[in-house]
């Protein structure tokens, strides 16, 4: 299995599942809508960058052809859900079927439901469910919030109390069990080369959970601006929520706030598969936290 299409490479656990894969001799195909964004990527010595829109189905199809595998790993956090998270791992799937392709792999969320409460979650249980049907080997990964260097988590927690004395945090009692982004990346590297893995449903945590509020405190405390926290309640949480959607890159919504409301964490004593051993968040955060 040599040849691997990876659709979402450009994001943060795409880049660093190309970067893995390319390492590993793998020949990789990248598309993208805007190739002028990743030129991190076009260094790569086996990646193959491909201007392309993968919502197109006569484009995925092309795509798909001489892959041995398929990855899967469009997400947003706002937007059309159904769009992105239900409906292309549906075409995704069904697209692959008719290649012939060997494996399909695909990263959804922990708590994925179609009874949860948020819109995001929902949409990413409707992707399951349309991937399963149309291939039913297909492998899918279901991570706690990722956390590693160049997040969109941790980071930003650091950015915001650079710049704020203090922090109003929503849902401060919201759970979650954060797994690095290079643990994933080694399960989904791991899945290509086990046939036990097909059909199969991975969760994958960190080694601990933590409330939000640690996790923000901890960010501070890291990166040199510890501020104190202020916990908000549930009325102040969701019109805080809603004043963010406002803003053109606000960091939540009133959907994200749903999904929080959900423990985002795995059962008791679930550990990562292929006997792989998760890497504590104490052990990478500082490596890029710190100031």
């Given amino acids: 299995m040599k040849n691997i299409l990876i659709i979402g490479g450009t994001g943060f656990l795409g880049s660093a599942v190309a970067r893995r894969l390319a390492g590993a001799d793998y020949s990789i195909t990248l598309p ?3 190739p002028e964004r990743v030129r991190h990527l076009a260094v790569l010595p086996t990646a193959r960058i491909v201007q392309a829109d993968v919502y197109d189905a006569a484009t995925l199809a092309g795509l798909m052809a001489g892959q041995d595998a398929v990855i899967s790993l469009v997400g947003i956090l706002k937007g059309n859900f159904q769009r992105t998270h239900a409906e292309l791992p549906g075409s995704i799937a069904r697209a692959a079927a008719v290649a012939g392709v060997s494996r399909l792999l695909h990263v ?21 469910a349309a991937l399963k049907t149309a291939f039913p080997e297909a492998t899918i990964f279901q991570p706690s919030v990722i956390f590693g260097r160049g997040d969109a988590f941790l980071t930003l927690f650091a950015g915001l109390l ?16 954060p797994v690095w982004v290079e643990d994933v990346v080694s399960a989904i590297l791991a899945a290509l080369d086990r ?8 969760p994958l945590c960190g080694p601990r959970a933590y ?61 990562l598969p292929f006997d792989l051993r998760a890497t504590s968040l104490e052990a990478v955060a500082p490596t890029y936290l710190a100031a």
């Fill in 32 to 34: 993208t809508r805007r």
């Fill in 108 to 128: 959804s969320a922990l708590a994925a439901a179609s009874d949860a409460p948020s819109a995001y979650l929902r949409s990413k249980a409707a992707g399951e």
């Fill in 162 to 177: 650079k710049l704020a004395p203090l922090v109003p945090l929503a849902c401060p009692n919201a759970r979650f069990q």
């Fill in 195 to 202: 046939p036990e893995s097909r059909g199969q449903t991975y």
């Fill in 211 to 271: 409330t939000l509020r640690e996790l923000v405190a901890y960010a501070g405390k890291v990166s040199g601006h510890p501020r104190p926290i202020l916990g908000l309640p549930s009325a102040l949480s969701y019109l805080q929520a809603w004043a963010m959607e406002f803003l053109p890159k606000g960091p939540m919504t009133r959907d994200n706030l749903l999904s929080m409301s959900v423990p985002n964490v795995c059962p008791a004593g679930c550990t």
